[in-house]
């Protein structure tokens, strides 16, 4: 008989709500309580997901039934809040981004490894079917010589939206703003896709939000395979605009929007009638909270299958790294006016 994993939240904000529920889908897969500094927040969790609440971060690391963590509070405290269950012996998923800055990340990935325990990080969009087939084509080498690789994230979020949160739009606690908080999403995506990046130049600023990051963004990126890339992001532009990713190479493009896909054209190749072009319903340009649980059951899914058989989760804590080290990166060219390079 199999037994179940047991899963402790910590943070019990809006994102632990999709955590609980993707839990409650998981066979195998059991939540056993949670922990939030608010006491309000945390008991009104535990009565609604009927889990235990624990006074304190201590409390939830020392309960034996748990083996994994879910930490969903602000980024700025995914680091030490890692590191703390990591030297529990718990295995961590942790919400985007892994870390704030490179040094966080990288404490991170020696902690896990000392305490021989597995980390993942949430890049929820990855598992979508959309980007599966896109990867797969790249990767078979569909496209041809890859020649660029863009995306585009132009997305709206209020004064209010930053006011509330308290945290949002700080340094120390987001770590930047549209391509830290919003952007890391496409830009991960555009990195599992395209491989490795090798320099990038940006420019990042606060043009419309009265915060202390930027809302707005725009990089150029050379890959290590030679191609080229755009990243723009911005969360102060109305109405939002759906997330597009364009991959062409010197024989196809294909487009996504959002997860769907919306261009598939291959020189000389019959459209494949598993492919299916569709417009974008909803998405996450102008209301952060506009999507579904199903890429949370997946990934948090994964990490269940990685534990039970000893395996790698598809975005360990060395993929989570990288977008992190893509968009520090960004910010570094910005402040110093030049081109950085990742190695
Ligand atoms: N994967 C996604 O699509 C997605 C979507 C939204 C948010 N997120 C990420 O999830 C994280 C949380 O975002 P949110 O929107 O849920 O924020 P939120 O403000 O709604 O919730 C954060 C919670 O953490 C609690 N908290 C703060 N400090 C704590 C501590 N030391 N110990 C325990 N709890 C503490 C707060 O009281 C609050 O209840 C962020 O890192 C964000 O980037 C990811």
């Avoid at 598992?127 to 863009?150: C, E, P």
């Avoid at 009265?210 to 109405?239: K, M, R, W």
Wanted: hydrophobic share 40%; aromatic share 6%.
């Amino acid at each position: 008989m199999s037994k179940e994993i047991g899963f402790g939240i910590i943070g019990c904000g809006t994102i632990s709500n999709w955590h609980a529920g993707a839990i409650s889908e998981i066979q195998g897969a059991r939540l056993v309580g949670a922990t939030d500094v608010s006491k309000d927040s945390r008991e009104a969790f535990a009565e609604k997901w009927k889990v235990k609440a624990y006074e304190s971060l201590d409390e939830l690391l020392k309960d034996k039934e748990i083996e994994v963590v879910c930490i969903c509070t602000p980024s700025g405290l995914h680091a030490p809040i890692a590191i703390q269950a990591a030297n529990a012996g718990k295995h961590v998923i942790t919400e985007k981004p892994m870390a704030i800055n490179l040094k966080e990340a990288d404490e991170m990935i020696a902690t896990c490894e000392k305490n021989n325990v597995k980390m993942a990080v949430i890049s929820q969009l990855r598992f979508t079917d959309a980007v599966i087939k896109l990867r797969d084509a790249v990767k078979k080498g569909m496209l041809g010589k890859l020649v660029s690789g863009d995306i585009y994230m132009k997305f709206y979020r209020s004064q209010e939206y930053y006011d509330k949160g308290g945290w949002r739009g700080t340094w120390k606690m987001d770590g930047g703003g549209a391509l830290m908080n919003q952007g890391i999403h496409g830009i991960d995506l555009l990195q599992y896709v395209m491989g490795d990046v090798k320099s990038v130049f940006g420019h990042a600023k606060t043009l419309a939000r009265d915060i202390e990051v930027e809302d707005t963004a725009s990089a150029v990126l050379e890959f290590e395979n030679g191609a080229l890339g755009v990243i723009q992001g911005t969360t102060s532009i109305y109405p939002g605009t759906p997330r597009r990713l364009e991959i062409n190479g010197d024989k196809g493009t294909i487009a996504l929007e959002e997860d769907s896909i919306i261009v598939w054209d291959i020189l000389g190749q019959e459209k494949d009638p598993d492919i299916v072009l569709e417009r974008t319903k909803s998405g996450t340009a102008s209301n952060p909270t506009a999507f579904g649980i199903e890429g949370h059951i997946k990934q948090i899914g994964d990490m269940v299958e990685a534990i039970k058989h000893n395996k790698k989760p598809l975005v360990d804590q060395y993929e989570g790294r990288k977008p992190v080290q893509i968009i520090t990166a960004i910010y570094e060219s910005s402040r110093t006016g030049k081109i950085v390079y990742l190695k």
